[in-house]
């Protein structure tokens, strides 16, 4: 196996993430386009497979076009929600509409500026596959678990309520098989096809697992809240809290106790979510990368754990915290390296002989960059 490694660091990214900051502004935003740009390029040109960079080809003034429909877009919805709200309904509902083409050509066009060992990389995945995968499925399977809930409700409450903690996960599940499966599918590398074969109950148990972990954590917060209250009850101290918020000043180690209660549950839920979140992404990375293959003879395997995944992301929100946002870029690469260099390629037939092959047949390929629509959606995951 061939680990990626990213050589960047946050005083680098620093440098370029302040200035971008400070051009946009001084701007009134119409740098951003730019700004993104020297990004995604600082992210590639670290990101190393094999003694060998990524490359992103974009230009700013490529996504400037892009930038400026998009802004256009905002302005008019903003507009026409004042002047007519019948209208201010409707465009949302014509964006969502939109949305598939949007996220299709964006991946389109972030794959095509993307290359290694200049080979680039493609999607020809079918805008039909889009609107199937991004807004046939989600809202059709959501209709269809909606009626079936409300027909089971007329017969019993409880077992409407039981189908539905099982239809929740059962959801996401086959949303997070179907769209995986169409990007994963739809990308190719030079002439080699990226191919997968998921399947649904990978993705549903890991989903229910989250769930159940997720309610685990709930009631034991209950259970801790429940307690202090109960001892606060016992002690005279709920009383005497409630008669401190009459008598505005009385009691405040009463309210204090109270108010560190309620700061501590936040607490608990903000790691939880982080845990839970963190777990989802580590499970379906792995499952996703060890069902992906290119051109049937090169594969991948994620080393990415829940802890590992969770241990950077409550770190970095300390960070953010404690910098007030200004440890973002250091943040950042913490959580690309955490996230890139836990993949690992093999190539049966030898990688460099792959990659030979594959610089040999770009050509015509290289010549279909695509349109310059990009709606923002990123290449990179920060």
């Not at 209709?143 to 027909?151: H, M, R, S």
């Not at 829940?306 to 300390?318: D, H, W």
Request: with cysteine; proline share 3%.
């Amino acid at each position: 196996m061939t680990p990626i490694k990213f050589n960047g660091s946050g005083l680098e990214y620093f440098k370029i993430w302040i200035v971008n900051i400070l051009l946009t502004i001084v701007t009134l935003g119409l740098y951003r386009p730019w700004a993104k740009v020297r990004t995604l390029r600082y992210f590639y040109g670290n990101t190393e497979l094999d003694n060998s960079n990524f490359e992103y080809h974009a230009t700013g003034k490529q996504l400037f076009f892009s930038f400026i429909i998009a802004v256009a877009l905002l302005v008019a919805y903003l507009v026409i929600g004042q002047l007519s709200p019948i209208l201010g309904l409707i465009l949302p509902i014509a964006l969502l509409i939109a949305l598939p083409w949007i996220i299709w050509r964006s991946m389109k066009f972030n794959l095509n500026m993307s290359s290694y060992r200049n080979v680039r990389f493609g999607f020809n995945g079918e805008l039909s596959g889009s609107y199937i995968a991004l807004l046939a499925y989600p809202i059709g399977l959501l209709a269809v678990g909606i009626a079936a809930l409300y027909f089971v409700s007329q017969i019993s409450i409880w077992l409407a309520l039981v189908l539905s903690l099982i239809a929740y996960p059962a959801y996401f599940a086959m949303i997070s098989k179907v769209t995986n499966s169409y990007v994963v599918n739809g990308s190719h590398f030079g002439q080699g096809q990226f191919s997968t074969n998921l399947e649904f109950k990978p993705f549903f148990m890991i989903i229910l697992k989250a769930a159940g972990l997720a309610f685990l954590f709930l009631l034991i917060v209950l259970i801790i809240a429940f307690s202090i209250i109960l001892s606060s009850a016992n002690s005279g101290g709920l009383r005497s809290f409630f008669q401190a918020l009459a008598s505005f000043g009385q009691s405040i180690n009463t309210a204090s106790l109270i108010f560190g209660m309620i700061i501590f549950m936040y607490g608990i839920f903000i790691l939880t979510g982080l845990y839970i979140f963190s777990y989802v992404k580590a499970h379906q990375r792995m499952y996703l990368l060890s069902k992906t293959t290119l051109n049937k003879s090169i594969t991948f395997e994620s080393t990415l754990t829940t802890n590992k995944y969770f241990s950077v992301m409550l770190t970095n929100l300390l960070l953010l915290v404690c910098t007030l946002g200004l440890g973002y870029p250091w943040a950042a690469v913490r959580l690309y390296r955490c996230s890139i260099e836990s993949i690992n390629v093999q190539a049966e037939e030898g990688f460099n002989n792959f990659i030979s092959k594959q610089t040999g047949e770009e050509g015509p390929l290289g010549e279909e960059l695509g349109d310059a629509f990009n709606a923002d959606i990123g290449s990179l995951a920060f």
